[in-house]
């Protein structure tokens, strides 16, 4: 079945850079979309940004664009997420997620969420 | 960018009750809209697509409805596995948008 495998909890520094991974398994990495999100716990959802894996052509949410780069590695079928110049505001779990065929901004797999702390 | 604004913020059911939670787009979405389903600690679950269509795998009392603005998402006879977060989302305009929640409760 699909899987969504992400990376583990970080805690980092204010300033610092955080990469976020996500390794898939279950369906076709190399002709597929990957989105991710932003959530705050206890609040909403934002869309940061998505990746085709095919090209690595990316489309980004203009209010994360030059805070979250995608990128992915289609030997191991894994997704990336940069965060860079991190503050407090960037405390959230982060979560992968693939579109559903034919609704490419309909999302139905979810990796299980990473948790980035920024803190001094 | 397209607000979503989603109502009630809370709602308190009990057992076999049925439940509507309302999704206003601030312009028409065509019905590009989506509805999930998100337990505590857990990543978002799509219980609908395209306003309407149910996913695979999700149970029938699950529903959902609207057009051009105004959405909705009914719950037929709550379940205690039903308690959760629910979000809506616009997919008509880039970026993808999402409904400020709704916490469903048991009474």
């Known amino acids: 079945q699909v899987k969504l495998q992400q990376s583990g909890a970080e805690l980092v520094k204010p300033g610092a850079s955080v990469k976020l991974s996500c390794k898939t398994s279950?369906?076709?990495?190399?002709?597929?979309?990957m989105s991710w999100f932003k959530q705050i716990p206890g609040q909403s959802i934002e869309w940061i940004g998505m990746i085709y894996a095919g090209d690595g052509g990316t489309g980004y949410n203009q209010k994360f664009k030059g805070k979250a780069t995608l990128t992915v590695d289609t030997s191991s079928s894994t997704a990336y997420m940069d965060l860079s110049s991190l503050t407090t505001e960037d405390s959230a779990v982060y979560f992968c997620?693939?579109?559903?065929?034919?609704?490419?901004?309909?999302?139905?797999?979810w990796g299980q969420g990473a948790s980035v702390t920024v803190s001094s | 960018d397209i607000q979503m604004t989603q109502s009630p913020a809370s709602l308190s059911a009990s057992l076999g009750e049925t439940v509507s939670i309302e999704c206003l787009a601030s312009e028409g979405i065509s019905n590009d809209l989506a509805w999930y389903q998100q337990k505590s600690g857990k990543s978002p679950q799509l219980l609908i697509y395209a306003a309407s269509r149910l996913q695979d795998g999700v149970p029938s009392r699950f529903s959902g409805s609207g057009s051009g603005t105004r959405y909705s998402l009914k719950i037929s006879g709550m379940q205690p596995e039903d308690e959760a977060d629910y979000f809506c989302q616009q997919s008509y305009k880039y970026p993808p948008t999402f409904g400020s929640g709704t916490k469903l409760e048991i009474k």
């Open positions: 997620a693939r579109p559903k065929g034919g609704y490419e901004d309909v999302m139905d797999a």
């Open positions: 279950g369906y076709t990495f190399s002709t597929s979309y």
